[in-house]
């Protein structure tokens, strides 16, 4: 089947430290991955998303690399900010219809 | 360009009582999903319309229900409330008529709370 397994949380980071939040997925045949992050109060926003295999999808200094052979797509930021906490969800989509399915979240907060 | 807009934003239901939650999706999307999500569940997929078809359920039970109009807005209804049907309900639409290599664009959600 389907699944996204992601790191369990809450992580607490200091302002200007290395983010990495570990993602990976199990899919029937070829999925396109995201990272969406949710602000307290809101809904879920497209961070960044990356369609096939070696691609990276890169937003507002964080990137995530598909890697097929690990199946994997983890979350990085070379340096976070207090406006990065947040909730971080990975997520894939199959071709075969329009369900994605979520990860259960990871929690971050940075502090000054 | 309007986002995706949920309609109420917070509820307030007794057990028993029936519920419908409104979605409009982006202009010219045409694919409209709708998600449950819970502290202890996380985001659980409900199901998927597209051109007023429902081309994708998850597994919830019957008193869960949808239906999409023509202009491309949702509804979801539950009926006889119970009080695990607490939870954020998120709409997203999306351009993509299969595949989901667009990406969703999620509403704020409608906060339901059951007493």
């Known amino acids: 089947g389907n699944s996204v397994t992601q790191m369990e949380g809450p992580v607490t980071l200091s302002e200007e430290a290395f983010l990495t939040i570990n993602c990976t997925y199990t899919?029937?045949?070829?999925?396109?991955l995201f990272w969406y992050v949710q602000y307290p109060g809101e809904g879920l926003q497209l961070l960044l998303k990356?369609?096939?295999?070696?691609d990276k999808g890169s937003n507002k200094g964080f990137e995530a690399t598909y890697r097929k052979e690990t199946t994997s797509f983890h979350l990085e930021k070379g340096s976070v900010q207090v406006s990065d906490s947040a909730v971080y969800f990975c997520?894939?989509?199959?071709?075969?219809?329009?369900?994605?399915?979520f990860g259960t979240g990871t929690s971050l907060t940075v502090i000054p | 360009k309007a986002g995706v807009t949920q309609t109420p934003r917070y509820l307030i239901k007794t057990r028993g009582q029936q519920v419908t939650l409104s979605c409009s999706p982006i202009?010219?999307?045409?694919?409209v999903s709708w998600y449950q999500q819970t502290p202890g569940q996380g985001l659980q997929f409900l199901f998927e319309?597209?051109?007023?078809?429902?081309?994708n359920k998850g597994n919830f039970p019957g008193r869960f229900s949808g239906r999409q109009f023509s202009n491309s807005r949702s509804e979801m209804n539950v009926s006889t409330l119970e009080l695990g049907d607490s939870a954020l309900y998120l709409c997203?639409?999306?351009?993509?008529?299969?595949?989901?290599?667009?990406?969703?664009?999620f509403g704020s959600g409608t906060r339901l709370t059951v007493v």
């Open positions: 997203a639409s999306s351009l993509a008529d299969a595949g989901g290599g667009y990406g969703y664009t």
């Open positions: 899919a029937t045949g070829y999925p396109s």
């Open positions: 990356a369609t096939k295999a070696d």
């Open positions: 997520a894939l989509s199959i071709n075969t219809g329009n369900q994605f399915y």
């Open positions: 202009s010219g999307h045409r694919s």
């Open positions: 319309y597209f051109s007023e078809t429902q081309r």
